[in-house]
Each structure stands twice: as C-alpha cells, then as structure tokens.
C-alpha cells in the first residue's frame, strides 16, 4: 500500500521557518522524483520544488533563496525547509511522488499539511 504522510505544517508569523518532511512507503522511493505542491482554495495546485532521483532540484521562482528541497533515500523521506515565510507561501502543501514501473507511470500524493503564514 502506498502512502506518503506529511507533518510539519502550522501557524508561523511572517519571516519564519517551518520544515515540511513527507515519510513515504510502498513504493521504491529513491527512484521517484518527488515534489512539494501547494494549493489555496479557488487556484490551482502549483509546482513548488521538485529534486530528482539524482538529486537535481527545481524551485517556484517565487520561493528560490527561500525554501530548499531535500531527501533522504535510506529514510525514504523528502523535506522542505522554508525560510523567510510571507503570507502568500499560505496553503495546503502536498508531497508528491513521480515514477515509472514498468513503463507506466505512478503518480503518488499525499493528504497534505496546512501552513499559514500571519502574524
């Protein structure tokens, strides 16, 4: 059974920190890409980090020099460390898992963590 379980979300106030980490299980974590999205309610979800199986990242311009994506294969768990929080980074944020078996693609979420940025 596949799952992938956020924590770390919260209250924060304007300029500070929280970790996301995203524990996943049932699949064979260190050859999927993974990805942090973000969701408010009446937009899309949107793109923020992804980091290849190889350890290549990608980052939302808005978010560069502020948030860093990480993993850690023999955990099977990805992070994302943000910094410097503004209002707008408020919304759901959701792991995602991104790979292929067999030549078909497995496209993984999780339930997502609430982070609010406010002061």
């Known amino acids: 059974q596949v799952q992938l379980v956020e924590s770390g979300g919260g209250l924060v106030q304007p300029g500070g920190s929280l970790k996301l980490s995203c524990l996943a299980s049932?699949?064979?974590?260190?050859?999927?890409?993974m990805s942090w999205y973000r969701q408010v309610p009446g937009k899309e979800r949107e793109l923020v980090a992804s980091?290849?199986?190889?350890?290549?990242?990608n980052y939302l311009d808005s978010v560069k020099d502020r948030f860093i994506i990480s993993r850690d294969n023999a955990k099977s768990s990805v992070y994302l460390q943000m910094n410097n929080l503004k209002p707008e980074d408020t919304a759901v944020y959701y792991c995602?898992?991104?790979?292929?078996?067999?030549?078909?693609?497995?496209?993984?979420w999780g339930q997502g963590t609430q982070v609010t940025v406010s002061s």
């Open positions: 995602n898992g991104l790979g292929r078996v067999w030549g078909t693609r497995r496209d993984y």
């Open positions: 049932g699949f064979t974590f260190s050859s999927y890409a």
């Open positions: 980091i290849m199986s190889a350890g290549t990242t």
